[in-house]
């Protein structure tokens, strides 16, 4: 048995492959559709999109119920001696205090397990390179303690970057924070926002472009300025955007130098979120 087990909300995009290699965990959302609630793994993703087209009878989601969150914890405890969950920023969603509700209820049910809840104060690629380094730490044997810490290591360098088509989703979501301007703007234009922990996981707008690669093109200058020539890592996710996202790829692989990256379509509950044709990545630099 290892030392500590990973959970990863979904809205992470852990890549399976990597999920499997490095044995994290999903923990999903709830999406709530004409008057019944749904484990997003229930969710037929082209129908989804379909619904969201129409801008009628929307879903909501909502996160993992503390009940539901305390048997992942079981489950985990039947694989480690602790866990660590990381969650998405506590600034989009109640993850964190469900999954705070049921580490109390956990400290009765099992009081020998170890449980590390940690938000991210991040989102989408961003978030899957914390669970990424995490996986990686757990999977070399370290302590609760010293994952801990390389996931929080990576959080404070972590930035996540939005390039949105339309921020009607995000801001009917309630999340679109100091960027509520841009969403009341008809010019059609492509938005750049910010979460990371210098935005205390809120939303910080960028920039706006009227195309695709001029905000690509400009919002990787803002990486290049950030990373100056060192080592960086990718996480890409994209809401049913394969060609955005593998055109946002060959630009990093063409701008920087080893790169380690990851790409993957969101989980159902950031399409809700988010809506249809956004790219979005996190990345990091090494020392």
Known sequence: MRQVAIIADSVACVPPDVAEKYDILNAPFH?????QSYLETEIDKEQLYTRLRG??????TSPASPGETLELYRKAGQRAAAV?????TSGFSQAFNSATQAKKLASEQLPDLAIEVFDSLSVGGAEMLIAIEAAKAASEGKSLAEVTQIANRIKQRVVS???????FHFDRSGRVGSAKDWAKSQLPTVTVLETSVASKGATKPILRERKLSKAIATTLDIVAARSQGKKLHFGITHTNAPDKAEGLKREV???FNQVELYIREYSPVAVVINGEG???FGFYAED
């Open 278 to 280: 956004m790219v979005e």
């Open 84 to 88: 660590l969950y990381i969650v998405m």
């Open 161 to 167: 970057f939005a390039l949105r088509p339309s921020l």
């Open 55 to 60: 801008k009628e009878n929307l879903p909501t």
């Open 253 to 255: 692989l063409s701008r």
């Open 31 to 35: 999406i709530s559709m004409d008057g």
